[in-house]
């Protein structure tokens, strides 16, 4: 069993990791696996090919710690190259189609702050549900917290697709989590 925790703080752990120390390797990839294997499931419904996206973007962040410049968070600079792995590999597997639909553009939605009072746990399931060009903007969006400019660069999409694709996730999960809202109302809560 690999001791836990033997770097004091999160410069000393860089560091080591720069030196190419393999316990420190470790160290990083038990303390961030499960988090971002979270993150890559977000984007990838297969298990066994979120698992490698996983240790794909391990090594982008070994490959690339040495420009990582200590500014801003570690963990959100470690996190933007598993997200950007993760849509490489769907776009490398053709697997990313984005649906567009123009006429409904100008549309707004209200996406209604009841959703959020169902489970954490069960609106991640009812993402996951989504149809992968709307499940993919809908997390870059509202959990990763991109904006509709960065997402439209990392897909390779128009910028109004990418915020056509979120109006439609909304409306999907609105759809989908309303019969659990009416149950909850009639159960008074």
Not at 24 to 48: M, N, P, Q, T, V
Request: charged residues 30%; hydrophobic residues 35%.
């Amino acid at each position: 069993m690999p001791a836990k925790n033997r770097f004091t703080d999160e410069y000393d752990l860089i560091k080591a990791c720069l030196k190419g120390e393999r316990l420190a390797h470790r160290e990083l990839y038990e303390l961030y696996s499960g988090k971002f294997l979270a993150i890559c499931l977000r984007y990838i419904k297969d298990r066994d090919l979120a698992q490698d996206v996983l240790v794909e973007g391990f090594m982008k962040i070994f490959d690339n710690l040495s420009q990582y410049k200590s500014e801003g968070s570690f963990e959100g600079w470690m996190k933007r190259i598993m997200v950007t792995q993760a849509l490489l590999t769907l776009r490398k597997n053709k697997k990313l189609r984005m649906e567009v639909d123009l006429d409904g553009q100008n549309e707004v939605i209200d996406f209604n702050t009841e959703l959020f009072n169902s489970g954490a746990e069960e609106l991640l399931h009812v993402i996951a549900t989504l149809p992968l060009g709307y499940r993919t903007v809908f997390s870059l969006y509202a959990i990763e917290g991109y904006s509709h400019r960065e997402i439209s660069e990392m897909l390779d999409i128009a910028e109004n697709t990418s915020k056509s694709q979120l109006s439609r996730a909304r409306t999907m999960l609105q759809q989908k989590l309303k019969p659990n809202l009416q149950k909850e109302k009639k159960n008074g809560g």
